[in-house]
C-alpha cells in the first residue's frame, strides 16, 4: 500500500486511512501527509519533499 500524498509504501500496521464522503479511501504514511493534503490542501507535485516517481 502506498501514501496518497507521498507515495511512499506503508509498512503493515502503520500510517492512516481515511475514507471521503464518496467512498474513495485515502491511505497516509504519516500525519505530515495528513495535513498537507486535506488540510492545506496542497499539490504534491510541488512539494519539494515529496518522492518523485521515476521513469522508466
Known amino acids: 500500500m502506498r501514501c496518497f500524498f507521498c507515495n511512499r509504501e506503508i509498512k503493515k500496521a502503520t ?19 495528513e495535513k498537507n493534503a486535506l488540510k492545506l490542501r496542497r499539490n504534491p507535485k510541488k512539494v519539494r519533499w515529496v518522492v518523485k516517481k521515476k521513469k522508466q
Do not use: A, I, W
Open 15 to 33: 500510517g492512516k486511512m481515511f475514507v471521503t464522503r464518496t467512498g474513495q479511501v485515502l491511505y497516509f504514511c504519516s500525519s505530515k501527509c
